[in-house]
């Protein structure tokens, strides 16, 4: 109430003065937010600069752990057709084995 009294009595110059005084305190204001905005922005780069590195790093680490898984799948591919190879062979023993008990 008092402030309101107080503008009441005030000349125009006098509110040409605190005009002129609140502008230069809202272009401070301005002026200190935008760089507040530009490091925050500066920070935030930094974090996403951050992440991306992350990203990268994971993605080349999955593209080599997916390889690797995809050499071990052919190598017990082989292995697999080794195994089924030597069953059969196996298989094949044992028939001319009994075969041969037979003759005896």
């Known amino acids: 109430n008092e402030y309101k009294s107080y503008l009441r009595t005030m000349s125009t110059a006098d ?3 605190l005009l002129e005084a609140k502008s230069r305190e809202l272009q401070t ?3 200190r937010k935008v760089h507040a905005l530009n490091r925050e922005i500066e920070g935030l780069t930094l974090q ?3 992440c991306r590195e992350q990203h990268t790093e994971l993605k080349e680490s999955f593209e080599y752990n ?7 799948d052919t190598e017990l591919e082989k292995y697999d057709d080794i195994i089924t190879e030597l069953n059969s062979r196996i298989t094949q023993f044992m028939a001319e084995i009994s075969d041969m008990k037979v003759d005896l």
Not at 66 to 72: D, G, Q, S, T
């Open 66 to 72: 997916l390889n690797l898984l995809a050499e071990r």
């Open 48 to 50: 996403l600069n951050g």
């Open 15 to 17: 509110i040409d003065e």
């Open 29 to 31: 204001l301005q002026e």
